[in-house]
C-alpha cells in the first residue's frame, strides 16, 4: 500500500508532465502514420535505371567524403534526390543546379562482420528514395534565392552561417596545416571530411570519434563558453542571446540529430534559468527526445546518430553520479574521477548498440579519453580564436595557432598510437535484435531494483 501512495503522489506531481507525454506520444503516432504514406517513394519510381536529368537547388551543405561530394537536390516538384558528384566541383547550399546521371534506388549495404545497415530507411527518414551515384552537375544560377520567402529568412541565415564556417575552415587550414585543421574542424564546428578514412578509424577505434562528431560534450562546451562571453550582459538579454547563439550553431554545423538534441536541452537550461526553475537533465532529455520525434518519427529506428546520442546522455544522467561514488581509490585531481565516470557511464548504455551496429568495441577507449578529454576545452578555445582572428590578421591567427598545434598533435600523437595497441579492439560477431532489446530491458529493471531496494531496506 505505501508504495502505491507513492506511486500516485508522484503521478500527482507530475501530471503536467504526464499529460505532455502522453500528447507528444499521440501526435508522434499520427505523424507516423503520415509519413509512411509519404507519395515521394513513387514519384520518380519509372525513371529508375534510366539516364535522366534533373533541375532543383542543393538543400543541404554539400559533404566531401573520399572521391566524391554529395548532396541533397530538392527538385521544382518536391523531390528529394541523394547525388554524388565530383570531389572538386564547386557547388555551394542553394544553388540551382542542372543534375544528369543514371538515377537509382538506394540499396542496403553489409558493413563489418556481415552486419546489414539498413541504408534504405536511413535515407528514406529524410524522404530520400533515389540517388545519383555519380552525377555530372551544371549549375545553373549561383546564390538563388527561391526559399527566401517561403523560409522567412532562414535560406539566407544559412547560406550566410554556411559561407562563414567554410572562411572558418580555410582560416585554420593556413595556420595549422593537415591533419590538424581537419582535427580542429571536427573540434569545433563537426567538419571531419579532411581527416580520411584511415584516421577516422583511428579516433574509432581509439575510442574518441566523438570528439570529431560534434558530440553532445562538445556542445556542451560550446554552450557554456557562449553563457561566458554574454555573463558581462544583463541576466535577461545574456540568456535570450546565449538561446539565440546556441540555435546559430546548430544551424552553422549542419543540425545533426545529435547537434540538435544538445541544442533543445540547452535552451531548456537557459530557459529554466530565466524563469528562475531548477533544470532537472532527464526530464530535459526526454522532452528533447520527444520534441524531434513530433518532427521525424523514423529517427527512433533509423538514424544511428539519435539512438547513440539518446543513450549516451541517459548513461550519463543516470549512471554518472553512482559511478563515481563507487570509484573513491581513483583521483579527483584535474578531474580524473569525474572523467572516468562519465566515460563508463556511457560506455555502458552505448556498448550493446555499438556492438550490434559495428560488432566492434574499444578497449583503450576509456584510458585515451582520461589523457585526451581535459585537453579539448582550451584546444576548442584556441581552435576557435585562431579560425576568427583569421578574419582579421592572420599573423595573430597564426600566434594563436601554435598553442592549438601543440595540443591538436598531442591528441594526434595519442590516437594514432592508442588505435595500433594490439588488441585495442574486440569484436563480437552477428546478434539479432531481440538480444539488444533483451539487454537494455535488464538495464531498466536493474535501475528500477536499484532505485527501490534502499526503500524496501528501510522499511
Not at 499521440?26 to 535505371?49: C, E, F, T
Not at 562546451?221 to 539565440?244: D, E, K, N
Amino acid at each position: 500500500m505505501v508504495e502505491v501512495h507513492e506511486f500516485m503522489h508522484l503521478m500527482q506531481k507530475n501530471k503536467i508532465y504526464i499529460l505532455f507525454i502522453i500528447i507528444c506520444v499521440v501526435i508522434i503516432a499520427m505523424r507516423w502514420h503520415s509519413i509512411s504514406q509519404n507519395p515521394l517513394k513513387y514519384s520518380l519510381r519509372d525513371s529508375v535505371g534510366k539516364i535522366v536529368t534533373l533541375e532543383g537547388s542543393i538543400a543541404d551543405e554539400p559533404l566531401t567524403k573520399d572521391f566524391l561530394k554529395t548532396f541533397t537536390l530538392e527538385t521544382k516538384d518536391g523531390d528529394f534526390v541523394r547525388v554524388g558528384a565530383d570531389r572538386y566541383g564547386e557547388y555551394n547550399y542553394g544553388d540551382l543546379v542542372k543534375v544528369t546521371g543514371k538515377l537509382s534506388s538506394p540499396r542496403n549495404f553489409a558493413s563489418n562482420g556481415g552486419r546489414v545497415f539498413d541504408y534504405i530507411n536511413y535515407l528514406g527518414k529524410d524522404d530520400i528514395f533515389f540517388e545519383f551515384k555519380k552525377a555530372k552537375i551544371e549549375v545553373l544560377e549561383k546564390d538563388q534565392d527561391q526559399k527566401m520567402v517561403k523560409f522567412f529568412g532562414v535560406y539566407n541565415i544559412s547560406k550566410k552561417l554556411f559561407e562563414i564556417k567554410i572562411g572558418f575552415l580555410n582560416n585554420l587550414k593556413k595556420v595549422l596545416g593537415e591533419p590538424h585543421a581537419a582535427l580542429a574542424g571536427g573540434l569545433v564546428v563537426g567538419e571531419k571530411a579532411a581527416l580520411g578514412k584511415e584516421l577516422i578509424d583511428d579516433f574509432r577505434r581509439a575510442g574518441l570519434i566523438h570528439i570529431v562528431v560534434l558530440s553532445g560534450y562538445n556542445i556542451t562546451i560550446i554552450a557554456a563558453m557562449i553563457r561566458r562571453v554574454l555573463s558581462f550582459l544583463p541576466r535577461t538579454l545574456g540568456i535570450l542571446l546565449g538561446g539565440i547563439g546556441i540555435i546559430l550553431f546548430g544551424i552553422l554545423v549542419g543540425g545533426g540529430a545529435t547537434v540538435v538534441r544538445s541544442c533543445i536541452m540547452a535552451i531548456i537550461a537557459l530557459l529554466g534559468e530565466l524563469l528562475r526553475k531548477d533544470y532537472k537533465a532527464l526530464r530535459a532529455l526526454f522532452i528533447a527526445a520527444l520534441l524531434m520525434l513530433i518532427q521525424n518519427p523514423l529517427i527512433l529506428f533509423y538514424d544511428p546518430s539519435f539512438q547513440l546520442s539518446f543513450l549516451a546522455t541517459l548513461g550519463l544522467i543516470v549512471l554518472s553520479s553512482p559511478i563515481e561514488k563507487r570509484i573513491g581509490f581513483i583521483t579527483e585531481r584535474f578531474g580524473i574521477r569525474p572523467m572516468v565516470a562519465s566515460t563508463l557511464a556511457t560506455q555502458i548504455f552505448v556498448s550493446p548498440l555499438i556492438f550490434y551496429m559495428m560488432g566492434q568495441l574499444s578497449i583503450v577507449g576509456i584510458l585515451v579519453n582520461i589523457v585526451v578529454l581535459p585537453f579539448i576545452p582550451l584546444t576548442m578555445l584556441l581552435v576557435f580564436l585562431a579560425g576568427v582572428f583569421g578574419f582579421v590578421s592572420l599573423l595573430i591567427s597564426e600566434i594563436i595557432g601554435w598553442g592549438a598545434h601543440i595540443l591538436l598533435s598531442y591528441e594526434l600523437f595519442v590516437v594514432r598510437n592508442a588505435s595500433h595497441i594490439p588488441y585495442a579492439v574486440i569484436s563480437l560477431s552477428v546478434f539479432s535484435t531481440r538480444i539488444l532489446i533483451g539487454v537494455y530491458l535488464l538495464y531498466i529493471a536493474f535501475y528500477y531494483y536499484a532505485i527501490s531496494k534502499p526503500k524496501n531496506c528501510s522499511q
